[in-house]
T-cell receptor, first 115, second 111 residues
Framework: GAGVSQSPSNKVTEKGKDVELRCDPISGHTALYWYRQSLGQGLEFLIYFQGNSAPDKSGLPSDRFSAERTGGSVSTLTIQRTQQEDSAVYLC?????????????FGDGTRLSIL | QKEVEQNSGPLSVPEGAIASLNCTYSDRGSQSFFWYRQYSGKSPELIMFIYSNGDKEDGRFTAQLNKASQYVSLLIRDSQPSDSATYLCAVNGGSARQLTFGSGTQLTVLP
């Protein structure tokens, strides 16, 4: 597709359940980023991928969060044993390459609500 | 700790006026600076980026960067009601590969 595609667009689940969020970057983009945005807050960095490797996982808030990327394309962010504080919009972005001068383009996000 | 600071607003300007949005950053090693526009309930949309000191113009938008003062701004000329949104300043550079975002400035352009 032309832009970054994320699915699902909305996810409502019960506390304690696992969730998987998917991101399909812009074709040809080797760098992929996950952020989250809580209500009324700025964007918080979670993790980025250069190809299939994740050099920086420092932003993952706990060991319940994990992410992978296969084939240098689609990425999945998994949250295990969800908690209410995980409720947020999870945004994926991609850029042509990893680098300081590489603009990042965002998908429409997944709005996650934990009941 | 990298920080990016923005006035949260809200900032209100009349239609046709110039809107001025400001951002300061703490990491002197920062190399690239981005402005994103975010409509309510939507994802951030890239509108400008700047890497060198000085001004960069694109249509009604002008980004200004002063690395010595660690200051970046966005000017919107001839503001339109459709410009009403939250504007996010983002900074990249140094050892980090991710963007560090400010909390955003909410702009309202009054008809």
């Amino acid at each position: 597709g032309a832009g970054v595609s994320q699915s699902p667009s909305n996810k409502v689940t019960e506390k304690g359940k696992d969730v998987e969020l998917r991101c399909d970057p812009i074709s040809g983009h080797t760098a992929l980023y996950w952020y989250r945005q809580s209500l009324g807050q700025g964007l918080e960095f979670l993790i980025y991928f250069q190809g299939n490797s994740a050099p920086d996982k420092s932003g993952l808030p706990s060991d319940r969060f994990s992410a992978e990327r296969t084939g240098g394309s689609v990425s999945t962010l998994t949250i295990q044993r969800t908690q209410q504080e995980d409720s947020a919009v999870y945004l994926c972005a991609s850029s042509l390459a990893v680098g300081e001068h590489q603009p990042q383009h965002f998908g429409d996000g997944t709005r996650l609500s934990i009941l | 700790q990298k920080e990016v600071e923005q006035n949260s607003g809200p900032l209100s300007v009349p239609e046709g006026a110039i809107a001025s949005l400001n951002c300061t950053y703490s990491d002197r090693g920062s190399q690239s600076f981005f402005w994103y526009r975010q409509y309510s309930g939507k994802s951030p949309e890239l509108i400008m980026f700047i890497y060198s000191n000085g001004d960069k113009e694109d249509g009604r938008f002008t980004a200004q960067l002063n690395k010595a003062s660690q200051y970046v701004s966005l000017l919107i000329r001839d503001s339109q009601p459709s410009d009403s949104a939250t504007y996010l300043c983002a900074v990249n550079g140094g050892s980090a590969r991710q963007l560090t975002f400010g909390s955003g400035t909410q702009l309202t352009v009054l008809p």
